[in-house]
């Protein structure tokens, strides 16, 4: 007989396993969320094992149980949201994953649910005793599971709040919002007549108000700087310009220190105008910079000049797909002010050629420093 406290144990050991399966599939396979969701389903399985072998310490004997019989149990919601949680399933199959994780969860919370309320009500003839066991063998999850969810939507719905009021107005909700919670905690821990049946009507209040406000925000959609954001993607490669001149996105904001120092392979300045490098551990100027293939490279850029500059790093040129255009490679830092730097990150994965040799280069200024790639 699998005890209760092994079945939660064994429950996140599913719960685990499932969700690395949709995290390797949905996300990425290796990488490192999916190793903890594999580490955690062991461990509830390590510690459901010992609960199991252990029988709890406390367990109920044969003796002590109701014999079961054949009257009905009360009706249960739980098939309806079995069943909205396929209908959900199936409609993330043709719109986005997101909805599809949403069903999967909604199909396994009442897949579980729906299983431990039917063996409860056939435990025995005892109501009392059925709903006792049903909360003992689930309980445990259900209440954190439930705060989960809660704080998910709460969370789901400042966010929407936030995405549609200007930066200067969130600020004033956000500093409100908080005034607000803080004001009624401090009633509700001081006076007698805000607990009990107030407390609720407070919080039911407070909950209607943000899924109104929410929803209304929801449908309103993001604020006008951020929708033009995301309709045009500003962190896209497609807005990486890497002249002379500013960029109005892509310079945004330019973070021209560097705390990372350990990696870098060589340091390329520009000065009066003029371009030239010193690799690591050497004082002399050099015109040629060394990096191995397909490993991850850093390249410092400080710009020792009056006006801003930014390094450019060109990689020769390569066809899109079967198009047959062929596109110049490459890629750069943002504009660097004086005595400012900023570090280039480079995974090259062939060599140059004659035709089409690397360097670095830094527009507006004279001279390029070669790059080569064995």
Same mark, same amino acid.
């Given at each position: ?29 290796? *990488? ?13 399985? !390590? ?41 959900? =399933?199936?409609?993330?199959? $043709? ?8 069903? =999967?969860?909604? +199909? ?26 049903? #909360? ?12 989960? =969810? ?17 930066? %200067? ?17 401090? !009633? ?13 009507? &407070? ?6 108000? !943000? ?10 959609? #993001?604020?006008?700087?951020?929708? $033009? ?12 310009? /890497? ?26 300045? &520009?000065?009066?105008?003029? &371009? ?9 100027? $050099? *015109? ?18 009056? %006006?801003?500059?930014?390094? &450019? ?13 062929? #596109?110049?490679?490459?890629? /750069?830092? @943002? ?6 730097? @900023? ?12 035709? %089409?040799?690397?360097?670095?280069? $830094? ?7 070669? +790059?080569?790639?064995?």
């Amino acid at each position: 007989m699998i005890t209760p406290g092994s079945k939660y144990f064994f429950g996140l050991t599913g719960l685990s396993l499932i969700s690395a399966i949709l995290y390797m599939v949905l996300v990425n396979p290796s *990488d490192l969320g999916a190793v903890a969701l594999f580490g955690l389903a062991a461990s509830g399985a !390590l510690i459901g094992a010992m609960a199991l072998f252990t029988r709890d310490g406390d367990v109920y004997t044969d003796e002590e149980a109701v014999a079961a019989n054949a009257v009905a149990g009360p009706p249960s919601f739980w098939p309806i949201v079995f069943a909205l949680g396929a209908a959900i =399933v199936l409609t993330g199959l $043709v719109t986005v994953s997101v909805v599809f994780i949403l069903g =999967v969860a909604v +199909l396994i919370g009442g897949g579980v649910e729906w299983a431990i309320h039917n063996w409860a009500d056939g435990a025995s003839s005892d109501r009392e005793f059925n709903t006792f066991a049903r #909360e003992r063998a689930i309980s445990a999850i259900e209440y954190p599971g439930l705060a989960a =969810v809660g704080l998910g939507i709460i969370a789901f719905l400042f966010s929407r709040v936030f995405l549609a009021l200007s930066k %200067e107005s969130g600020t004033i909700f956000f500093i409100a919002a908080a005034g607000a919670i803080f004001v009624v905690g401090i !009633l509700i821990a001081s006076k007698g007549f805000m607990k009990g049946a107030v407390t609720v009507v &407070v919080a039911v209040l407070a909950a209607v108000a !943000l899924i109104g406000v929410g929803t209304f925000a929801a449908l309103s959609g #993001e604020r006008h700087e951020l929708a $033009v954001a995301a309709e045009e993607d500003h962190f896209d490669a497609s807005h990486r310009e /890497c002249g002379e001149e500013e960029s109005e996105h892509y310079d945004h904001h330019a973070n021209n220190t560097v705390s990372l120092r350990s990696a870098v392979t060589a340091t390329i300045f &520009v000065k009066d105008g003029k &371009v030239y490098a010193e690799a690591i551990g050497m004082t002399k100027k $050099v *015109d040629t910079i060394t990096i191995p293939r397909s490993n991850a490279t850093s390249v410092m850029f400080r710009n020792l000049d009056e %006006e801003d500059h930014r390094l &450019v790093v060109n990689l020769g040129s390569a066809k899109v797909a079967e198009t047959g255009v062929v #596109e110049k490679v490459g890629t /750069c830092t @943002q504009l660097t002010g004086k005595n400012q730097e @900023q570090v280039m990150t480079l995974t090259i994965p062939k060599p140059a050629t004659e035709a %089409e040799p690397y360097s670095f280069t $830094v527009p507006g200024a004279t001279g390029e420093i070669k +790059l080569v790639v064995p």
